[in-house]
């Protein structure tokens, strides 16, 4: 089966400019998630969605991020205005996201983000 | 909230050697275990995993164990390989019941000598 596909994969910008992401989750995935990952660190979530809902945007610092999941497939996050500390990979998974309990998360290869 | 802590932060084994990395989490409510591994320029990759009403499980060369009372779970690769060279990570599921977030360890990278 296709994976998680992400693009673009690696983008440049300055600071205070605007950048959106994209991600196609695996096919029948119902669960998606946005993670940041730092540098030499391992991976935070910024957002969760369940079909096109929200489940848990706590840590997504709402001010500059924006995230969305419109038809429960594709997702797209934005970040305006960008700051140098966004510099990090944006790492888009899926999983099934059927019945009680946890399933499998699949990792897309993510965007790599560089602040000017 | 959960906080997961991973030791060692860099591990070099001679190849054909076993690799050992360990895991802490903080909450009780946690109940499935990940173990990612991660290469160069790629996402992580799903390599074992482990639920809480498990003690141990073994996919080949690679094993986890999970320890509940004491909270700490452990990636076990045996004859490791050149290409086993990576940064693993551990994570827990926060709040313990359906499909919920990861949190990571900090990673542990890996080298294989041959």
């Known amino acids: 089966e296709a994976g998680v596909a992400q693009s673009p994969r690696y983008k440049i910008i300055e600071k205070r400019q605007s950048v959106a992401f994209w991600c196609n989750p695996i096919?029948?995935?119902?669960?998606l998630y946005w993670y940041q990952q730092i540098l030499g660190q391992g991976p935070k979530l910024l957002i969760q969605?369940?079909?096109?809902?929200?489940?848990?945007d706590s840590q997504l610092p709402k001010d500059r991020f924006s995230a969305e999941r419109l038809k429960g497939v594709d997702s797209t996050l934005k970040i305006q205005p960008a700051k140098l500390e966004d510099s990090a990979v944006y790492l888009c998974?899926?999983?099934?996201?059927?019945?009680?309990?946890?399933?499998?998360?699949?990792f897309g290869d993510g965007t790599r983000l560089s602040i000017l | 909230g959960e906080n997961v802590e991973q030791h060692p932060s860099t591990l070099s084994v001679q190849e054909g050697d076993s690799a050992v990395i360990k895991c802490t989490y903080s909450?009780?409510?946690?109940?499935?275990f990940p173990w990612y591994k991660q290469e160069l320029g790629k996402g992580p990759q799903l390599i074992i995993d482990?639920?809480?009403?498990?003690g141990e499980k073994k996919d080949q060369r690679i094993a986890v164990t999970l320890n509940k009372t004491a909270k700490h779970f452990s990636l076990h690769i045996t004859e490791t390989q050149p290409e086993d060279s990576a940064v693993y990570f551990c994570?827990?599921?926060?709040?313990?019941?359906?499909?919920?977030?990861?949190?990571f360890g900090k990673g542990t990278r890996l080298s294989v000598i041959a």
């Open positions: 998974a899926s999983s099934l996201g059927q019945g009680g309990i946890n399933q499998p998360q699949h």
């Open positions: 096919s029948g995935h119902a669960t």
């Open positions: 969605f369940q079909n096109n809902g929200v489940v848990d």
């Open positions: 909450d009780s409510a946690s109940n499935y």
């Open positions: 482990i639920r809480s009403n498990v």
């Open positions: 994570a827990a599921s926060i709040r313990g019941s359906g499909n919920t977030p990861l949190v």
